[in-house]
């Protein structure tokens, strides 16, 4: 396995797939690459959650 390059979907800048990355989605059984990069996935998940828990 290696790392790969993605463009992600929602802003269209290039993100790293890591091999780490990659591992963890296959023990999750994920199938699927992220189509989106991190920064994009974190922002749709504070959209979801109004109120930000900082613990
Ligand atoms: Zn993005």
Do not use: L
């Not at 463009?7 to 780490?20: A, W």
């Amino acid at each position: 396995m290696e790392d790969k390059t993605i463009v992600c979907q929602d802003c269209g800048k290039e993100f790293i797939f890591t091999v780490g990355e990659q591992e963890f989605y296959k023990e999750k059984g994920f199938d699927n690459e992220p189509k989106r990069c991190k920064e994009c996935r974190d922002s749709k998940k504070n959209e979801r959650r109004q109120f930000r828990n900082d613990r």
